[in-house]
């Protein structure tokens, strides 16, 4: 706290108050250890002056940095002159509610230690960037790949990672760099995020995803969805191999995922709610949107490529469902059936993401086949159709990416 204390002190030195007389001092430490620091400055309106937090947030964003994770303000006390509403505000749209708040004296006793949080239990959080909890990821995706902002998210699944490699690289972070992530343990997913374009298109590309079967409690499923989110995506897409319950769709099938059914028996907004990221209660009418369907399917015509719609149902796993089971979930009306994306659509839906959902058929279902669905076959006959579906989506996204 020494460095902070110091640069709030001589910056302290050069407060303008000749109409206070109350010379405030403030010091930010950033997300990258750099402190910061600024004065109040007051002018002839008065009132219209600025605080030292203030000051020093706009040195903050002048160097380059996008978060606060220290701030501490010296000023005379006691009482300790803890940060003004405004300035608690402005502080809270660059920090976390757990932020360490100090005020000292002049002569450097700590009057007060407290939290961002403590001070303004209530602040509006207006920018995406204030998610609480992704702050770390987002923050190390930034600093990866400065001023980058992806419009569109992908998540790609097994044997799908070769759409990735049309996206030009701005920058690849594996996923274990990612603070707080579920990483994906199964093979063919490679746990990478790509940041880069397609067609034009800045976007994140997730290649490998977490599964519920590996074990990941529920609500880690969210993390990725959110962290698109809060990187600047307005809508998501999400891919994913499936097994295909009707026999006129086999396997390399490009399915639009028209609605689903939830089997896998959870869901990732199991346990507390956090307001800031979405709705208690979100509504599912529409989750794979209609708009965003209605494009892929127009491109895909003009371009020649089949492209079917179904309902998945979505199926915990690890097990390959049973022959009953197929035919249960086939007078349900369930068209495909998979071990992702229902729960990386819900996540979605609850943070604000627009959301496409495409099932690549890599298997008849159990019983509908001569052959029982096998791993091995999913990810040959997900990388045979990649580069179909790698085609179609980098025509579509400048479309998907505009279209309201
Ligand atoms: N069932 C469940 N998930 C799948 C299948 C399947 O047949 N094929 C690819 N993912």
């Known amino acids: 706290m020494n460095d902070l204390l110091a640069a709030a002190s001589l910056a302290r030195s050069r407060a303008w108050a000749p109409y206070s007389g109350f010379a405030v001092g403030a010091a930010l430490r950033a997300a990258s250890g750099r402190v910061v620091a600024g004065c109040n400055v007051e002018n002839v309106a008065y009132p219209l002056g600025q605080c030292a937090e203030a000051t020093a947030l706009g040195a903050l964003v002048t160097a380059g940095e996008q978060r606060v994770v220290e701030v501490l303000v010296v000023a005379e006390g006691p009482p300790p002159c803890t940060p003004c509403g405004g300035c608690r505000q402005r502080l809270a749209e660059f920090a976390e509610p757990a932020t360490p708040v100090h005020v000292a004296a002049p002569d450097g006793s700590v009057l007060l230690s407290t ?33 980058f902002l992806p419009v569109i998210g992908l998540v790609l699944g097994s044997g799908l990672g070769s759409v990735v490699e049309r996206v030009a690289p701005v920058a690849d972070l594996d996923m274990r760099e990612l603070p707080g992530f579920p990483l994906p343990a199964v093979e063919g997913h490679r746990g990478r995020l790509r940041l880069g374009e397609l067609a034009g298109i800045p976007v994140a590309c997730l290649q490998g995803r977490p599964h519920l079967y590996e074990g990941h409690p529920p609500a880690q499923l969210a993390q990725p969805l959110r962290l698109l989110r809060a990187l600047g995506c307005s809508r998501v897409i999400l891919a994913s191999a499936v097994g295909s319950l ?42 794979y949107d209609p708009t965003l369907r209605a494009v892929l399917r127009r491109v895909a015509e003009a371009r020649g490529t089949a492209l079917a719609e179904g309902v998945l149902a979505g199926w915990l796993g690890p097990c390959f469902e049973t022959p009953a089971e197929i035919r249960m979930l086939r007078l349900l009306g369930a068209d495909l059936v998979g071990m992702s994306m229902v729960p990386e659509a819900i996540a979605a839906r609850h943070c604000g993401l627009r959301v496409l959902g495409i099932g690549i058929v890599t298997n008849l279902a159990a019983g509908l086949a001569a052959t029982p669905p096998g791993h091995a076959e999913t990810l040959a006959n997900a990388a045979a159709a990649a580069g179909r579906l790698a085609a179609l989506l980098e025509a579509a996204l400048p479309e998907l990416a505009r279209c309201s």
């Open 115 to 147: 939290t961002l949080g403590e001070l303004l239990p209530l602040a509006f959080r207006s920018g995406s960037h204030s998610v609480p909890g992704r702050a770390a990821a987002v923050e190390v995706v930034r600093a990866r790949a400065p001023g």
């Open 246 to 287: 009707r026999p006129d769709l086999g396997p390399g099938s490009l399915v639009l995922v028209a609605d689903h059914l939830n089997f896998h028996g959870t869901n990732p907004l199991v346990g507390p709610n956090d307001e800031r990221i979405g709705p208690r209660f979100p509504h599912l009418v529409d989750l």
